[in-house]
């Protein structure tokens, strides 16, 4: 199995900065896409940034310029850094990784989600 456990986050003033990280682990053979969604309360789930095993990366249009998502390969972590944050980014963020494991299967594993609340 795998296991997707992410740290960081909290409470933060807008205009302030947070980091996030996650860290596979369990019967890896590689991972692909690593990337980070949130969802707002009463919100559908939404991708927040993603990066290829490659190292290339996309944004949703709301982050761009704000946050940077960065992935240590030999860990199996990623990395979401958030700046300028605004209320609007107020959310339960999760991980989330395309792996493929020991026995060949290919899967999208997700974290156990984590608050960030950013108040005005």
């Known amino acids: 199995q795998v296991q997707l456990v992410e740290s960081g986050g909290g409470l933060v003033q807008a205009g302030g900065s947070l980091g996030l990280s996650c860290a596979a682990s369990?019967?890896?053979?590689?991972?692909?896409?690593m990337g980070w969604y949130r969802q707002a309360p009463g919100k559908q789930r939404e991708l927040v940034a993603s990066?290829?095993?490659?190292?290339?990366?996309q944004y949703a249009d709301s982050v761009k310029g704000r946050f940077a998502i960065s992935r240590d390969n030999a860990k199996n972590t990623v990395y979401l850094q958030m700046n300028t944050l605004k209320p609007e980014d107020t959310a339960v963020y999760y991980c989330?990784?395309?792996?493929?494991?020991?026995?060949?299967?290919?899967?999208?594993?997700w974290g156990q989600g984590t608050q960030v609340t950013v108040s005005s």
């Open positions: 369990g019967r890896i053979f590689s991972i692909n896409t």
């Open positions: 990066i290829f095993s490659g190292g290339s990366t």
């Open positions: 989330n990784a395309d792996v493929r494991t020991l026995m060949g299967r290919v899967d999208a594993y």
